[in-house]
């Protein structure tokens, strides 16, 4: 009797191993400086193996991830998981929910993987992520359609160190606007009607455009100022799994091959839509 119990007993046991069994994935991540040559200028940015943006990093519903950061910059560094379901301490956010990752040493995060989409993953430190630490971060269903996916990851690049960049903003200086060539003059606001509106403005020492108001130097996808698909041929059906790497941009898609059906927003399946542009 005892040894049936127990042979009961190591069969149920197996038999929830293997249904709860989660697999590890891993990635090593080494954060290193690097030189970046973009618009004819040589400019400091950040590469996390050799390249910008970050990995890909893929994953499928109930796996835990392990990614191990090795950071080798001269400055402390984390990685935030934008927008992910995840035990607070893997936040990424340092000085709240976990310490800083200090120069030189390696840190561990370690999450289950409970849900799907696509997604982005990048630097909470300082302006890093301006200067290459974002990447796309992929979510698997365990059952995913098979067509072929390409992930986007859509970014900009300034000549400007951010740090400046962002002290421009603060004292509110024009610059950005007028290489944007979004000035507004007194005389088109009177021509306009909208006077009023325009001393208000100045009173609140607003710009014209004030949202998305950093003049960048150049657009990329996928850390590159053009980029082509070209083992695709016409009438293939190719998914893309797009995401906004951008510190401040809004960037607008079009096709010029048709239409293109919009199947999830945000991580999150839709209703499939198609859009004409
Ligand atoms: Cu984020």
Do not use: C
């Not at 984390?78 to 390696?106: C, E, R």
């Not at 962002?166 to 005389?187: C, P, V």
């Amino acid at each position: 009797m005892k040894k049936i119990i127990f042979t009961i007993g190591f069969i149920s046991a197996t038999f929830f191993q293997m249904l709860f069994a989660q697999k590890i994935v891993r990635y090593d991540l080494y954060v290193r400086d690097t030189i970046v040559n973009v618009t004819g200028k040589a400019k400091q940015a950040i590469a996390v193996n050799g390249q910008i943006p970050m990995p890909t990093l893929t994953f499928t519903g109930g796996d835990t991830a392990e990614i191990y950061v090795h950071n080798e910059l001269n400055e402390e560094t984390s990685l935030h998981w934008h927008g992910i379901f995840l035990p607070n301490q893997y936040d990424g956010v340092p000085n709240l929910t976990q310490m800083p990752i200090k120069a030189h040493s390696t840190h561990l995060y370690r999450f289950p993987i409970i849900q799907h989409g696509t997604h982005w993953y990048h630097s909470h430190t300082g302006l890093q992520e301006q200067i290459g630490m974002y990447g796309s971060l992929i979510l698997n269903k365990k059952e995913e359609p098979k067509i072929p996916t390409i992930p986007i990851v859509l970014s900009e690049w300034t000549d400007i160190k951010p740090e400046n960049a962002h002290r421009m903003l603060h004292n509110a200086n024009d610059w950005f606007a007028i290489k944007k060539g979004t000035t507004q003059s007194y005389t088109e606001a009177i021509k306009q009607g909208y006077f009023k509106t325009k001393v208000v403005n100045e009173w609140k020492r607003m710009n014209a455009m004030d949202v998305s108001d950093v003049y960048y130097n150049a657009f990329l996808i996928n850390g590159k100022r053009e980029n082509q698909l070209s083992q695709f041929k016409a009438g293939d059906k190719v998914k893309l799994r797009i995401s906004n790497g951008g510190a401040s941009t809004y960037f607008w898609l079009t096709y010029s091959g048709g239409k293109m059906s919009v199947v999830a927003n945000d991580g999150n399946d839709v209703e499939p839509i198609e859009l004409i542009d």
